[in-house]
């Protein structure tokens, strides 16, 4: 009971890519850069698993950024002509690549990794991927013309790689859905059956993944004028529930999601995130047994796992580091007092 689990990134070494930063530069080119992120790959496992975690993942080493990782893959999409947009319902500017033709998998994306990983570890295995409404909110488009078919394009792709990420015996494949929490009537609409053709013929476990965003500035503003209880989540919950995927990680520590609309997931596995990733104080194992402890009381043992609010991609490695051994540490605490 109670496995733990990270959201999915890690602070890249410095020197594989520019610390501290969402959007790094790669410190290396060519073969050498892929070497680079093969060890940083490995080296992660290894601190993951050396910190206890049951579930482990590539860290994301191998991607500069959560979304234009998995773009840089397609074929369709001017990269040579980013524009700015407004993203997350206006909340910042980012500088995106345009759709200008039908879009195409140019090969795997993410295979290099996902085998790598898979050879070096016994633990369980996850690999991410951007959701399809959170694409289609970072990306411009001038082919397409309409939103949902554009995500219906880009929820194709994302199956075809997750179908091959399956056969490289890869445990949990995880959507990573900010968007989720800004665009409710769509989530309901189109965005969970999206999701649908995303992990459609999958057999493994799969997982979505929402929260209130990495602790950058914009996001700290916006939370800040969310009020004094944060109840996005009850507006799509419902749905999930009815929903065929298996897990759904949320955002939970120093959030103000009332805990109560944890009950909505009915059925489904819930990551808790016991873990704050827009604040380098490190959490005790009593802060972490405490937050489990209070997320018991509405989602059932076997299907609570303690997890991270969101990536640690922007972190501190070592402070990254300590925080993985907090949410085991955390975990083992709870466990004794639960059981
Ligand atoms: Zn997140």
Known sequence: ML?????????KPAWLAEPRKLWPAWRAAGMELEQAKRDATLLWLKAQEDAGLDIVTDGE????????????????????????MGIRNNRYDAMVPVVTGPLKLKGRVHRIEAQLARAHTARKLK??????????????DEHYGDKVKLAMAFAELLNQEARALEKDGVDVIQFDEPAFNVY???????????LHRAIQGLKCTTCVHICYGYGIQANLDWKRTLGAEWR?????????AKSRIDQVSLECIH???PLELLGLLKGKDVLIGVIDVASDQVETPAEVAATITKAAKYV???????????????????IALKKLEALVAGTRLARKKLK
Not at 232 to 240: G, K, R, S, T
């Open 3 to 11: 496995k733990t689990t990270i959201a999915g990134s890690l602070p």
């Open 61 to 84: 080493q191998s991607r500069q950024h959560f979304v234009h990782g998995f773009l840089e893959s397609v074929e369709g999409i001017d990269f040579s002509r980013k524009v700015k």
């Open 127 to 140: 690999i991410t991927m951007p959701g399809p409404m959170t694409i289609v909110d970072t990306i411009a």
């Open 184 to 194: 409710l009537e769509n989530v309901k609409r189109w965005g969970i059956q999206a």
């Open 232 to 240: 996005q989540y009850e507006e799509i919950f419902p749905a999930l």
């Open 255 to 257: 959030s103000k999601v």
């Open 300 to 318: 059932p043992l076997k299907h609570l796992y303690p997890c991270t609010n969101c990536g640690m991609a922007p972190m501190d490695r070592e």
